[in-house]
């Protein structure tokens, strides 16, 4: 799997938009892009996934750039709820075990 | 909304001690797995299960691990005899039958190995 690098950790003020970072410059064209959280030592939450396009959902947007080197999360409003550990992963279609990186502390502060 | 449940939620064990820990994957899942997560650590792969056996298992899970899905709704780890270093919490995980579904976390089992 496609090794992926982010900031150790970030603030963001909370009601702004957090935006998270992540490179994977090796990514192949089978590859997608997770992203996980995972608030204190509670289960990994999944937020969203992409291959190409950018895409978004309730919880977040998912920015992929052309080359699919790099992807950005974006959280629209952070709440002091989305502090954790944010994810990103790329995982290949085939065996889909999920291989975690250290992540990025993302600290919502009021 | 569906989710996958785990039990127990605390165990605490003494070294030697085989324990098991239980899941109860979200119903129409095909695809299970279980991951440790050491204090401070990462989460890590131990093994994936899918049609009756194991498909992919990491170098973490070696014969004092085992797996088993003994009826149609649970999903077990079993750590034979139990380390000190085995002390973490263990996610456990689902998914559907499509290569491109999503993963589904448990909420975890945090055992202390004493």
């Given at each position: 799997?496609?090794?992926?690098?982010?900031?150790?950790?970030?603030?963001?003020?909370?009601?702004?938009?957090?935006?998270?970072?992540?490179?994977?410059?090796?990514?192949?064209?089978?590859?997608?892009?997770?992203?996980y959280r995972q608030i204190h030592s509670q289960g990994p939450q999944y937020i969203i996934h992409g291959l190409k396009n950018n895409e978004t959902n309730e919880m977040a947007s998912l920015i992929i750039t052309e080359d699919r080197k790099s992807s950005t999360l974006i959280l629209p409003h952070a709440t002091l709820r989305d502090t954790a550990v944010y994810y990103c992963i790329v995982r290949v279609e085939k065996g889909g075990k999920l291989i975690f990186g250290q992540g990025t502390e993302l600290s919502v502060k009021p | 909304e569906p989710e996958v449940t785990q039990t127990p939620s605390h165990q605490v064990t003494q070294m030697g001690q085989e324990v098991i820990l239980r899941c109860v994957p979200i119903?129409?899942?095909?695809?299970?797995?279980?991951?440790?997560?050491?204090?401070?650590?990462?989460?890590?792969?131990l093994v994936s299960f899918y049609n009756n056996e194991i498909s992919e298992k990491s170098e973490i899970f070696d014969d004092q691990f085992s797996v088993e899905r003994p009826d149609g709704s649970n999903f077990t780890l079993k750590i034979r005899s139990t380390k000190l270093e085995d002390s973490a919490m263990y996610f456990c995980a689902s998914r559907d039958r499509g290569q491109r579904e999503t993963q589904y976390f448990g909420p975890g089992t945090r055992l202390l190995v004493l």
């Open positions: 799997d496609a090794k992926t690098t982010q900031p150790p950790s970030m603030d963001c003020a909370e009601g702004r938009a957090a935006n998270l970072p992540c490179n994977h410059s090796t990514i192949s064209g089978n590859e997608y892009v997770y992203w | 119903s129409n899942h095909l695809y299970f797995y279980w991951y440790r997560q050491i204090l401070g650590q990462k989460v890590e792969f």
